[in-house]
């Protein structure tokens, strides 16, 4: 492997120079680019891969490796891919940026070079260029990159959201989307109030419950038959929600930091839909045990993403039901929720409570 990766570096040196300009200027045409290029590059190093048998696929949770597919990782704030001549990447979601010293990192997407510190795109596959070495750094709280060559990861001690989407997922609490890309947890979006009040509803361990109501929804903003009209029906019969007004639930508009942290209170017994006032929810919340200072703090600080959402719902579930000595997990795994094992085997997150 270790004579194998000159050979494709030094491959791709000349074939580069011969179509070069100067920093100043896209190095080459996007069509070269898209196509001549990036053809060679990877028709050789598939050869000389293949005949090795060399080719793996290492999802770079810690390390890294080599591949010669795109290959998909969920990364977190300040984790940094290194990367060399070669290699590729694209931002699926989230931001970040590349940083080098020397040699060009190239947008193929729009045919420029990309300066050092300047920030990622959004789907533009980035391609390091001739005698360069590239870091890629995540800049957002979480981001789904896919990168091609070879890459050495070196994580950050930021919160893993990603780790706590993945346990609560492992128990039954999170499901994602339908996003064909990072698990299709959707991270980086900004929450609904109808997936808020999903999310509601399974930490009060009734989502078989919700699923099976038959009623009518009064709400006319929601599809009737669908299994949100379910949620929002059964919710608004248990007097959970209110919705927002006595004819629309809105499940479209986004929720924010204090009107889903009040839901996490209703679910642990210290508030109810007769409160309306929201504007304490997260000194309530600090009372309650949920929230440290440091994470209130955050949270009227920074957009609330799914990404907090799932960092308030893992957090809750270590914390007592009001008037019991129960936490809300011991709570679930009583009424059949997950179980011990499910929860002794959900992927580990380190506790950086802020």
Known sequence: MLVLLPLCMLFAAVVWAAAAGDAADPLASLSYLNETFTRKIDAAVDSRLDSAGAISQDSGAGSGGYTAVWTETRMKQDDLMQTVTGDSVLLLAGRGQVVYSSGAVVDVTSGTVISSGENLEVRHRYLVAEDTAADFVITSKTAVVDWQGTCTFRLSTAPDYNAMAAALKSMHLFQGSLTGYGQGFDLEAAPTRLQALI??????????????????????DVQPGTNGAKYVGYAYEKGYT???????FRPSSPVNARQYTEFILRALGYSSAANTDLSNALSRAQSAGLLTEGESAMLQRD??????????????????????????EQQLMDKGVFTQFERDNAPGVLNWRL
Do not use: Q
């Open 242 to 248: 209110n919705g927002y007004s006595a004819t629309e």
């Open 199 to 220: 999310m509601f509803i399974r930490l009060l361990g009734e989502e078989k419950e919700a699923l099976d109501w038959n009623g009518t929804c009064p709400f006319h």
């Open 303 to 328: 957009p609330f993403l799914r990404a907090e959402l799932v960092y308030i719902s893992y957090y809750a579930l270590e914390v007592p039901v009001s008037g019991t000595s129960w936490t809300l």
